[in-house]
């Protein structure tokens, strides 16, 4: 039975040490998806955290066909399931209810539960968090297939021809083979170093998202619209905040029907989330450009991103 978000302590396992991460995973219709982006979160895909004390929070966002509570436990006492009832398409009330109710010192927000994550992410955000008392940390996001979501579906892509690329490409024992398998997102289309315009696991400081209010509950339309840039952006211009980008990490977008990655050109929401952004801000949405410090190493399969990277810098 689901439970729902409170602000109960959770610890992390049996410990009562208060974790240094709360991972808030947002899940919305996603069987197939969900239990891949959960495994790469667990202990038993993550590499170099056997000391590192974290809580996955998986928040399913008024799914019609919600994930079983018994599953998402079976990947550790890290990760507890809850029941988020609404009728909303929007992520960011979910979001804001999960990290209430978390316990961490810092927090994950990966806002889309269909993102597969690299297996060194929680190593170097947890070491990343060491480099500044005020730091933003995130990676680059990768679509899997040869093009971009939004093309390859016009192509023939699918989940089927999707299931058949993870099954051949061997990601379960070595999650960096995803690389191969893979091109640049649009919102980090120029690489490692030329700025993105959202982060799909993007931590900071317990305090620092308290001073951003959180998520902006105003942003409405599906999948939380431009919710996560605004996010990203604001999070990146707070006072004495330092970017971390991970070099040779990042998440893996997995078809599922997203609102904007798997829309078809004639319903495309782009407009409707510009101007949802334009009414709240004032403004057309414009990417931050502060300058980020990397931490990270470079798996063999990532090393034509950064020359492709390189290239566009």
Known sequence: MAQSISGDVVSSGESLVQPLLSIVVICHN????????????????????????????VVDNGSSRPLAEAQVREFGPEFRYVFFPTASPSPVAAINAAVDASTGSHVVICIDGARILSPGMLRFIALAIRLSPRPVIGSLAWHLGSKVQKVSMLEGYNQEAEDRLLADSGWLEDGYRLFSVACLANSSGKGWFRSISECNCICLSRGMYDELGGFDERFVLAGGGYANLDFYKRACELPGAQLITLLGEGTFHQFHGGAATNAR????????????????????????????????????????FLRQSAEQA
């Open 30 to 57: 996603m069987v197939r998806e969900a239990p891949r982006t959960l495994h790469s979160l667990s202990r038993r895909y993550q590499r170099g955290i056997e000391d590192l004390e974290y809580e996955v929070i």
């Open 265 to 304: 050109p004639e319903s495309h929401p782009g407009k409707r989330f510009a101007d949802e952004y334009r009414g709240l801000r004032g403004m057309p949405y414009a990417k931050p450009e502060q300058l980020p410090i990397y931490l990270g190493s470079l798996p063999k399969q990532a090393v034509p």
